[in-house]
């Protein structure tokens, strides 16, 4: 296969034991690829289950059948059955996600939280930081903050450094929750730019974009969650 | 940041086969295994007497198992059933390629000897005779321990807990072992206190790549440190998996009340 995200019938249902069991199933029968180069956007409404098969691609949540194939270092990995020490080798070289939300590190300054993916990755401390700094530039945050920590930010600020730390990485899989959410125009066109040159680089994404202009913008092609609603 | 090479190096560095601990008729540890490799670090994790301070005894050797064994792979390469080596290997293992950071700093800390002689005592364990270089290096730890250099003659009594706590990791780690025991490392401590514990070993593990075991009932310090997690309750690892999967994605009612017992941030 060329495709970088080999999704085949995969199923996720959660048990909720403390509420007297009760089975609430999220997708089933999840099935789509995505090639080098493409933004697949995930649709459907809240609550159909885009971010739980983000997290699924991403190894966080565990199907409970189907696969999840990811093409690492020129193999194929199935994440549904993989070891926790595949997952985060995968993790550390093939996948990115951005979360809506910068999980800080306390006491990080916002220019190391940037450059870390690349650091991991073994390129030195000096150009990774030098490679952060150009991102936070183009993504607006005033060079007199790199210094702080980003926990005190507004939440705007925190999401663009949040983008920053994964865009910055030269990993072949990118996966986007919602990476606008809270940005103005201007941002936003930064946004799109970024994943424009993802794109150009053979980078797959797989996306969940609210806003109709930025999804019209990115999108290759769109995958309808809601076909894969679980029969309960 | 986890170094790479040592996270593919496919040789685990400690291995639990079936681990069983029984007191009298009380089964404390039923049937534990799993392998750690190098650079990686486990969070035991459940509440008082699930049996996650028996399994660690049996882990790092101070407590013979009813039944399985643990081998771990010394800095020669070879792997050694920890129950066949002698008690003066064990203890140089102990000085030399492990640590144990316990909850309370007393017990780890030699309390009324100053924090270099603490620091300077694993050093001269293992050999280490040059006073100068051996205080430069006690120096050297306590300053990336965040302690103030001007304390070094000053005894750990005189020391908050917080510092306690920091000058015991600094002890541990001053002979670059590879593996290092963590019981409730950030325990008795004020939240703010912890915080900087917490950022502090972060950072330390994953410069030094250690492969750390670490016992906590608290799920927050299991996510800020680990990679991996295994749930206990009753002596039996009752789920186990990536940190982030199982906090995120809990299967056994028991670890989906402890993931909805934490208060929100």
Same mark, same amino acid.
């Given at each position: 296969?060329?495709?970088?995200?080999?999704?085949?019938?995969?199923?996720?249902?959660?048990?909720?034991?403390?509420?007297?069991?009760?089975?609430?199933?999220?997708?089933?029968?999840?099935?789509?690829?995505?090639?080098?180069?493409?933004?697949?956007?995930?649709?459907?409404?809240?609550?159909?289950?885009?971010?739980?098969?983000?997290?699924?691609?991403?190894?966080?949540?565990?199907?409970?059948?189907?696969?999840?194939?990811?093409?690492? !270092?020129?193999?194929?990995?199935?994440?549904?059955?993989?070891?926790?020490?595949?997952?985060?080798?995968?993790?550390?070289?093939?996948?990115?996600?951005?979360?809506?939300?910068?999980?800080?590190?306390?006491?990080?300054?916002?220019?190391?939280?940037?450059?870390?993916?690349?650091?991991?990755?073994?390129?030195?401390?000096?150009?990774?930081?030098? @490679?952060?700094?150009?991102?936070?530039? !183009?993504?607006?945050?005033?060079?007199?903050?790199?210094?702080?920590?980003?926990?005190?930010?507004?939440?705007?600020?925190?999401?663009?450094?949040? =983008?920053?730390?994964?865009?910055?990485?030269?990993?072949?899989?990118?996966?986007?929750?919602?990476?606008?959410?809270?940005?103005?125009?201007?941002?936003?066109?930064?946004?799109?730019?970024?994943?424009?040159?993802?794109? @150009?680089?053979?980078?797959?994404?797989?996306?969940?974009?609210?806003?109709?202009?930025?999804?019209?913008?990115?999108?290759?092609?769109?995958?309808?969650?809601?076909?894969?609603?679980?029969?309960? | 940041?986890?170094?790479?090479?040592?996270?593919?190096?496919?040789?685990?560095?400690?291995?639990?086969?079936?681990?069983?601990?029984?007191?009298?008729?009380?089964?404390?540890? @039923?049937?534990?295994?799993?392998?750690?490799?190098?650079?990686?670090?486990?969070?035991?994790?459940?509440?008082?007497?699930?049996?996650?301070?028996?399994?660690?005894?049996?882990?790092?050797?101070?407590?013979?198992?009813?039944?399985?064994?643990?081998?771990?792979?010394?800095?020669?390469?070879?792997?050694?059933?920890?129950?066949?080596?002698?008690?003066?290997?064990?203890?140089?293992?102990?000085?030399?390629?492990?640590?144990?950071?316990?909850?309370?700093?007393?017990?780890?800390? !030699?309390?009324?000897?100053?924090?270099?002689?603490?620091?300077?005592?694993?050093?001269?364990?293992?050999?280490?005779?040059?006073?100068?270089?051996?205080?430069?290096?006690?120096?050297?730890?306590?300053?990336?321990?965040?302690?103030?250099?001007?304390?070094?003659?000053?005894?750990? @009594?005189?020391?908050?807990?917080?510092? !306690?706590?920091?000058?015991? =990791?600094?002890?541990?780690?001053?002979?670059?072992?590879?593996?290092?025991?963590?019981?409730?490392?950030?325990?008795?401590?004020?939240?703010?206190?912890?915080?900087?514990?917490?950022?502090?070993?972060?950072?330390?593990?994953?410069?030094?790549?250690?492969?750390?075991?670490?016992?906590?009932?608290?799920?927050?310090?299991?996510?800020?440190?680990?990679?991996?997690?295994?749930?206990?309750?009753?002596?039996?690892? =009752?789920?186990?998996?990536?940190?982030?999967?199982?906090?995120?994605?809990?299967?056994?009612?028991?670890?989906?009340?402890?993931?909805?017992?934490?208060?929100?941030?």
């Amino acid at each position: 296969m060329n495709a970088m995200i080999e999704i085949a019938d995969a199923k996720k249902t959660f048990t909720m034991h403390l509420q007297g069991g009760i089975e609430l199933p999220v997708v089933s029968g999840v099935t789509f690829d995505v090639n080098p180069g493409e933004c697949v956007v995930l649709s459907g409404p809240s609550g159909a289950g885009k971010s739980s098969i983000l997290k699924m691609i991403f190894g966080n949540y565990r199907c409970d059948s189907g696969r999840i194939g990811i093409r690492h !270092r020129g193999a194929v990995i199935d994440l549904a059955t993989a070891e926790p020490r595949q997952v985060l080798n995968v993790r550390r070289s093939t996948i990115g996600y951005v979360s809506q939300f910068l999980r800080a590190v306390p006491r990080v300054a916002t220019i190391d939280v940037v450059a870390e993916p690349l650091i991991v990755n073994g390129v030195s401390r000096a150009d990774a930081q030098a @490679r952060a700094g150009e991102l936070l530039h !183009r993504l607006n945050i005033p060079e007199r903050l790199w210094q702080l920590p980003p926990a005190t930010f507004s939440g705007g600020e925190q999401q663009r450094v949040n =983008i920053a730390r994964g865009f910055i990485s030269d990993l072949p899989i990118l996966l986007l929750d919602e990476p606008t959410a809270s940005l103005d125009a201007a941002n936003r066109a930064v946004v799109v730019a970024l994943v424009a040159e993802k794109k @150009r680089q053979g980078v797959a994404m797989v996306a969940i974009v609210h806003d109709d202009e930025i999804r019209h913008l990115i999108a290759d092609r769109i995958v309808d969650v809601t076909s894969f609603a679980a029969a309960a | 940041m986890v170094d790479q090479a040592a996270l593919e190096n496919d040789e685990p560095l400690l291995v639990a086969a079936s681990l069983s601990k029984s007191f009298g008729r009380i089964a404390a540890c @039923r049937d534990v295994s799993f392998a750690l490799y190098p650079g990686e670090v486990l969070a035991i994790v459940g509440e008082s007497g699930s049996g996650k301070s028996t399994l660690l005894q049996m882990l790092s050797g101070q407590l013979t198992p009813s039944a399985g064994h643990v081998s771990y792979r010394m800095r020669d390469g070879i792997t050694r059933d920890l129950t066949t080596l002698g008690e003066a290997e064990r203890r140089f293992l102990f000085r030399t390629d492990w640590g144990f950071v316990h909850q309370d700093p007393a017990q780890g800390l !030699r309390m009324a000897v100053s924090a270099g002689a603490n620091v300077g005592e694993r050093l001269m364990a293992v050999g280490w005779n040059h006073y100068g270089r051996i205080r430069d290096t006690a120096s050297d730890w306590l300053t990336r321990v965040e302690i103030d250099v001007a304390r070094i003659d000053d005894a750990p @009594r005189t020391y908050s807990g917080g510092m !306690r706590q920091r000058l015991q =990791i600094a002890r541990n780690l001053v002979t670059e072992p590879r593996l290092v025991f963590m019981d409730e490392p950030t325990g008795g401590l004020d939240v703010s206190v912890q915080a900087r514990l917490l950022d502090l070993l972060r950072s330390l593990v994953a410069e030094l790549n250690l492969a750390v075991i670490i016992v906590t009932h608290d799920l927050a310090v299991a996510r800020l440190l680990s990679h991996r997690v295994m749930v206990m309750k009753g002596g039996r690892v =009752i789920e186990t998996g990536l940190t982030d999967q199982v906090l995120d994605d809990p299967r056994e009612p028991y670890t989906q009340l402890l993931v909805s017992s934490i208060l929100p941030p």
